[in-house]
């Protein structure tokens, strides 16, 4: 494609999401990444479509709220083009309330012991209490192939191994420069994830990443787990085979290690103690896999969403730190009506990256 309507860079869940509904929308679309797509923090995530969260900012509320409405058309659009079926895998999160927030107790009650056990028999909550939300989990590593089959149904064009070094942006096109060739677009997204490609953001914006580590155990028959738990200090996550919980996601530590992915056995095993005090089958739970991903995070842990200062056809889509798989789905619908010149179908302004810095920032 000589000149595209939209480059995106990163084909993530962010990039690929929004290329396919650009793409729905009659737009020349082209992705290019660095390396192979999906092959970053979209396929280390442990897939909870954490909306309610009451550790996320308030502000998110709205779009993640958004997202969650879109994701059956989402799932259902990407089988139409993939012919792949991407199921949730759990529909309720037992939610310890953190210490201090008393938001979400208001409108969710606090379980009582014997229906917690009636939930979750070997349950032992310690001084937790905790509420019943109505939450859904998937496997981000269904999704991502689902994804990128239904993309590779479409004409967008996906170049792998294709890193963007250069931007230069004029006042009806962007020049896209790779180690190969120059690109020419109408306009440019910005969706590279913890890399934060975009250099003109203003410095109390900037994206960085926050490394998480996580393993996966075999569930032993004794624990059939049918929904997520999870506390401040520790999620478990169970993945199920013809509605049979077979394996568990224990995450995840939330560090700032650079782009260094290195799996410490100490921090993992740290993981698994803390799970165990929850679930004490998990102790001696075979181990599966341990992996580590790069969460894309801003100083607000809000989401970049936007044109970037000083440009008309410069946008960045990034910065979703432990939501961007909830969030992919309202993410590509408002950047998509903010390029069409649309009203988004939420207020945009606490993800803008105009935004000012946080008194506390
Ligand atoms: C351990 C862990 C657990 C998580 N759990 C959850 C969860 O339960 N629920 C949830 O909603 N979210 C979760 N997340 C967060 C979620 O994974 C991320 O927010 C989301 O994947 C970000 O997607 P992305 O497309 O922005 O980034 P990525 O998937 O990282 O994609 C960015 C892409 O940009 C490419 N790129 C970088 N620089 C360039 C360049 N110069 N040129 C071209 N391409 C470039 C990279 O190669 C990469 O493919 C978790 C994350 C981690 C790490």
Known sequence: MSHPDICIAGAGIVGLSLALELHGRGMRVAVLDRGEPLAEASTAAAGMLAAHDPENPPELLPLSELSLSLYPDFLERLFDLSGLQVPFHTSTTLQALPPGHHELARHVPVLAPEALSLLLP?????????????????????????????????????????????????????????????????????????????????????????????????????????????????????????????????????????????????????????????????????????????????????PLLGPVPGSTNHYVATGHFRNGILLAPATARVMAQLIAGERPSVNLAPFSPLRPPRPQQ
């Open 122 to 302: 070997g349950l032992t909550p310690g001084d937790h209490r905790f509420l019943l939300l109505s939450e859904q989990s998937l496997d981000p590593r269904e999704l991502a192939p689902a994804l990128l089959a239904a993309v590779r149904s479409t004409p967008i064009e996906l170049r792998t191994h294709t890193p963007i070094r250069i931007l230069r942006s004029n006042d009806d096109s962007v020049e896209i420069h790779t180690a190969a060739d120059v690109l020419h677009a109408s306009r440019f997204i910005d969706c590279t994830g913890a890399w934060g490609f975009t250099s003109t953001l203003p410095s109390h914006l900037r994206v960085s990443p926050r490394k998480g580590q996580m393993l996966a155990v075999a569930l032993p028959p004794s624990l059939p787990l049918h929904l997520v738990l999870r506390t401040p200090e520790i999620y478990i996550v169970p993945r199920t085979n013809n509605a049979t919980a077979v394996r568990a996601i224990i995450g995840a530590t939330v560090e700032s290690a650079g782009f260094d992915k290195t799996i410490y056995p100490a921090d993992i095993a740290r993981l698994r103690a803390l799970a165990s005090q929850l679930l004490p089958p998990i102790a001696d739970a075979p181990e599966l896999e341990t992996w580590a991903g790069l969460r894309p995070s801003t100083l607000d842990n809000l």
